[in-house]
């Protein structure tokens, strides 16, 4: 009788009317965190001339962020499935759009990193919200598989549509209008999701710990500072004693954990390869690209001249490959391999990125737009399947741990490409060799560069805009090596970790 009530359970969930909707909700979400991202790339060249931060504190405004929503997507993942993945996704928004305001506002570089910082904080209540509400959304695997590939796609989207309409606006209005943008999206998310998401939440989540949530936002921060430092600056006292507290942190929490009778994380998950072995490349395919990417619309604005709406649409292929690779994704995993979509995805990203390591000031656009492409491709393939793999790999009840987990790789590596591949961008342009009476400023950065040019006779600033876009396209091709060289690595790890792993095929 037991067997039969929960069958009859299980098809009524699968059956669920207005889960489709109610996925439309959830990639708002997902559209509201991408275009955010992305717009400040390209809108990095006009902060930069308007508050003049040093090249330390613009790579501080490109990945503090990161730094914090990595700190704390485990601790909000886990807070979710404890009080309701709906309210947190809820409350996450409307906090995201009011701190948006804050961002478009910044008058200073302290201000700015502070903003991106709080913006940190209601982002990493939101995506593994969006997952976890998925996986208890979709039962039937083959209906989650798709649902997962619209929601990659909806990111991939939004990479797309965040340069496009941000140029549009840098060309039309000020910079802070990149992050004005968030607000209806925000509003329509909050609006309508309040009609059409279901709750959910762990029916015995246990007490948030709150010992663990502070070790893991330490032991985070605290190493990928220490490996920003080192990257940027060397070996000093400074970065080596953040990076002991970090590590001494995040082993105290894994330690605590271990012995919680209800953690905020349950490290048995990652007794199980597939999980394992999909977190791994979340992590390092980020670290690998994310570098790359935060300079790639400078180098197409800064240094061919785009306009921003233009360098905007230069990066469209990669979205478009990943929305299609996305939605194929799961039906090619069942197919041929999980191991085989996986690994030929990072190998596709890792191939792009090794031929721009040919890159000059003068690039043609085919090969430009033909490595994006492939990288969008890459990555609409691997994504989306790691993503299936590890909600699949867990009971629902930890939908939103497991998220968070994967989100955090996404986030970490992200913080961490940006801090050391930015570092060997940042380093290797530094030292180009400038005419007499150039401003400090122009070393800091190549916008620095462009402004003080702007301010000098024009046979000197066209010296000085020639020597320095050649040093800084001479860090990103270094840069594009060695992306290229850690997703190779990668796409072998994921063939031998990957290996036997399968997508569910039925309930």
């Known amino acids: 009788m037991t067997s039969t009530l929960q069958s009859a359970a299980t098809t009524e969930a699968v059956q669920r009317p207005g889960r489709w909707l109610a996925l439309s909700v959830l990639v708002l979400a997902v559209l509201l965190v991408a275009v955010d991202a992305t ?41 979710g499935d404890r009080i309701g993945r709906k309210r947190i996704l809820l409350v996450g928004a409307t906090a995201f759009g009011a701190i948006s305001v804050l961002n478009a506002y910044a008058t200073t570089p302290e201000l700015m990193i502070l903003a991106r910082a709080l913006l940190g904080v209601a982002g990493a209540t939101l995506m593994p919200a969006t997952l976890a509400l998925i996986r208890n959304l979709f039962h039937d695997p083959r209906e989650r598989s798709l649902a997962v590939g619209i929601w990659g796609a909806t990111a991939s989207a939004g990479t ?10 840098l060309e039309h209005f000020w910079w802070g209008s990149v992050f004005l943008i968030n607000l209806p999206v925000m509003a329509v998310l909050v609006l309508v999701g309040i009609k059409l998401l279901p709750e959910s939440r762990n029916p015995n989540p246990g007490p948030w710990d709150l010992s663990s949530v502070v070790l893991s936002l330490v032991g985070v921060i605290a190493v990928v500072y220490a490996v920003k430092e080192f990257a940027a600056h060397g070996v000093t006292w400074e970065p080596l004693a953040a990076g002991a507290l970090g590590a001494t942190a995040l082993y105290a929490f894994v330690r605590r954990q271990l012995t919680l ?17 999909a977190v791994l490349a979340d992590l390092l395919t980020i670290l690998g690209l994310s570098g790359l990417v935060f ?18 649409l230069a ?3 990669a979205a478009v490959g990943a929305v299609a690779a996305g939605l194929l994704a799961g039906t090619l995993a069942r197919r041929y391999s999980v191991r085989a979509v996986v690994a030929g995805g990072l190998a596709a990203i890792g191939l792009a990125l090794a031929s721009l390591t040919l890159l000059d000031q003068s690039t043609g656009y085919p090969m430009l737009g033909t490595a994006l492409l492939m990288v969008g491709v890459g990555a609409g393939f691997s994504f989306t399947v790691t993503a299936d793999v590890i909600l699949s790999s867990v009971p629902k009840e930890q939908a939103g741990a497991a998220s ?3 989100e955090t790789a996404y986030e970490l590596g992200a913080a961490l490409g940006i801090a050391v591949l930015g570092s060997i961008v940042t380093g290797v342009y530094r030292g180009f060799a400038a005419p007499a009476g150039t401003p400090a400023g122009a070393h800091e950065s190549l916008g620095g560069a462009v402004e003080a040019a702007s301010a000098m006779p024009s046979p000197t600033a066209q010296e000085l805009l020639s020597s320095a876009r050649e040093a800084f396209v001479d860090g990103l091709a270094i840069a594009a090596g060695a992306g290229a060289v850690v997703l190779l690595a990668t796409a072998v790890a994921a063939w031998f970790m990957l290996r036997n792993q399968r997508l569910e095929s039925r309930l």
């Open 315 to 317: 990066e469209l292929p």
């Open 160 to 169: 797309a549509v965040g340069p496009i309409v941000g140029g549009f606006l």
């Open 295 to 312: 300079f790639l619309s400078q180098y197409l604005q800064l240094v061919q001249s785009r306009g921003p709406l233009e360098a905007g």
């Open 404 to 406: 968070a987990v994967s």
């Open 261 to 277: 009778p209800a953690p905020l994380l349950d490290m048995r998950l990652f007794r199980n390869r597939g999980f394992s072995g």
């Open 39 to 79: 717009v400040l790339g390209l809108a990095t060249p006009y902060i930069s001339e308007d508050l003049r931060p040093t090249g330390t504190q613009l790579l501080w405004i490109g990945d503090v962020y990161s730094f914090v929503i990595a700190g704390l997507l485990v601790s909000m993942g886990s807070l």
